[in-house]
């Protein structure tokens, strides 16, 4: 009977019919049944209904997020708009995107409408900080440098002191990258920008630097780094204990 009367409510989209059959009822029994209310409502863009099932199913995440949709929608209503006007409104249109990982298009519904602020707390909330910038680098440049260093903090209380080096050789800032990779135990890509920056081989941070390709055994890095110095025997040296025997051989060739 149960089956019969939930599908005739499921056919004439009944959905109020639906959820009298289902309240109440063991969810372990009715769980199939749940999923295709959940499934229907989503088709009928009823959130509320939504988000009711999220929670009947255990999917807490998803009820969380609908509840923050269903809130947007009231005081959309509370301010004049009808039900069917709240539903087409560029900021309950952009968070379902969000919800489908559709951020760019949620991202062009915030610029069209003007408030470029709402795509840069969106990506900021999925922790795609590198989108955020590029929005306030072309519509908030005032903000820039502060949004960059929340980034920064951000990769550096995570332990990507290699994304924060990035950051900083791109801005030119290359110290702040090699120390960062030296922290990182990066060794090979700071003796890289150690080439770059044109530091001394005297210098305390490249003396660091080699310090730490020895310790971790990359004796080639350590090589290039001393051919970059003019010490053609110790890189010489140093490229055959590595096993880089095409490099020994080509120095070897020249000098």
Not at 98 to 127: R, W
Not at 172 to 186: N, S, V
Not at 206 to 220: G, I, M, P, Q, Y
Request: a negative charge; one cysteine or more; charged letters at 30%.
């Amino acid at each position: 009977e149960l089956l019969l009367r939930f599908g005739y409510a499921i056919e004439n989209k009944d959905l109020s019919g639906c959820l009298r059959i289902l309240e109440g009822r063991p969810v372990a029994e009715s769980e199939g049944h749940w999923k295709t209310l959940l499934k229907l409502s989503e088709e009928e863009e009823n959130y509320v209904l939504v988000e009711k099932c999220n929670i009947v199913l255990g999917d807490f995440a998803k009820a969380s997020f609908y509840h923050i949709v269903n809130r947007k929608i009231r005081k959309l209503v509370k301010q004049g708009l009808s039900l069917k006007e709240a539903l087409l409104n560029y900021e309950v249109k952009a968070l379902l995107l969000t919800l489908k990982k559709e951020f760019s298009k949620a991202e062009a519904l915030y610029l069209e409408n003007g408030v470029p602020d709402k795509a840069v707390e969106m990506y900021q909330e999925v922790h795609l900080w590198e989108e955020s910038l590029r929005i306030v680098e072309s519509t908030q440049k005032e903000a820039y440098s502060s949004q960059k260093a929340s980034y920064i903090e951000w990769l550096l209380e995570t332990n990507q002191e290699e994304k924060a080096a990035e950051i900083y050789e791109k801005d030119g800032a290359l110290t702040q990258a090699i120390e960062l990779l030296i922290k990182a135990r990066l060794p090979v890509q700071a003796a890289r920008l150690v080439i770059t920056a044109h530091l001394s081989k005297d210098d305390e941070m490249t003396k660091r630097v080699f310090a730490n390709l020895n310790s971790t055994e990359a004796f080639e890095a350590a090589g290039d780094l001393k051919l970059n110095f003019g010490e053609e025997d110790n890189a010489l040296a140093l490229y055959i204990k590595s096993g880089a025997f095409s490099k020994a051989v080509d120095l070897a060739k020249s000098v």
